[in-house]
């Protein structure tokens, strides 16, 4: 299993992307989370550093420059998924990743917004 550092400027970039209200509250993660031709889309326009901001972990060995550098994904390259960030919260904390868990479960806490019905 890869090793994971808390990628700080992802965690700010998702305290920007919520206080820009550039967030979805109610979505299927399977569904919004960015598959492989999504990632290559996104990266044919952006540079490798804004990649890595939509991603909560860098993996301790990998290069820079690589997909493999990147993990825990959180939003669609246009906005943050509250189901990614939960999504990575329960990854995290199965996997045993506790600065990631902990990032995750404060952006849910304390960013976020609660949906109300």
């Not at 990854?91 to 976020?112: D, M, T």
Request: some cysteine; proline content about 3%; overall charge positive.
């Amino acid at each position: 299993m890869a090793s994971y550092t808390l990628n700080r400027r992802a965690v700010t970039h998702a305290k920007r992307l919520i206080d820009a209200r550039q967030y979805v509250l109610n979505s299927d993660w399977g569904e919004a989370q960015p598959d492989a031709a999504a990632e290559n889309r996104f990266l044919a326009s952006h540079p490798w550093e804004e990649y890595a901001t939509w991603h909560l972990g860098l993996t301790v060995d990998a290069a820079d420059g690589t997909k493999a550098r990147y993990g825990f994904v959180f939003g669609d390259f246009r906005r943050i998924h509250r189901s990614g960030i939960i999504a990575c919260h329960f990854r995290a904390a199965e996997w045993r990743h506790k600065e990631i868990e902990l990032a995750a479960h404060r952006l849910l806490q304390c960013h976020l917004p609660v949906h109300r019905h």
